[in-house]
């Protein structure tokens, strides 16, 4: 199973990144993906996940309304749509699947590798 996160890089605060995730070695359609993203000297915080099903997606406090995530299961590709970035949104992000739905890390059996996201103000 492998996850490659894509699309991360530097913007300026207000602007806006979309984060791709390729998915191989399993069939998506059946997998709960989320997105997480860890700052430096920080714990790795949830951002969104969407179920394999619906699909139901629920958001971290911290990006509600700001952030989408969407899936394209024929294609393999998960993404997190990024708007209204601010300088504390700086991290990397990472691209995670589960065949259950959660929103811990601890419960994800796949990651990405990450992609940084820099958002200078």
């Known amino acids: 199973v492998q996850l490659q996160a894509s699309g991360g890089g530097l913007v300026q605060a207000g602007g806006s990144l979309r984060l791709s995730c390729v998915v191989s070695?399993?069939?998506?359609?059946?997998?709960?993906m989320a997105w997480f993203r860890q700052a430096a000297g920080k714990e790795r915080e949830f951002i969104a996940v969407?179920?394999?099903?619906?699909?139901?997606?629920e958001y971290g406090n911290a990006v509600k309304g700001r952030f989408t995530i969407s899936r394209d299961n024929a294609a393999n590709r998960v993404y997190l749509q990024m708007n209204h970035l601010e300088p504390e949104y700086t991290a990397i992000y990472f691209c995670?699947?589960?065949?259950?739905?959660?929103?811990?890390?601890?419960?994800?059996?796949?990651w990405g590798q990450g992609t940084q996201v820099t958002v200078s103000s």
């Open positions: 969407s179920s394999w099903a619906g699909p139901t997606t």
């Open positions: 070695g399993i069939d998506l359609s059946r997998y709960t």
């Open positions: 995670a699947a589960n065949d259950n739905w959660s929103r811990y890390a601890r419960a994800f059996a796949y």
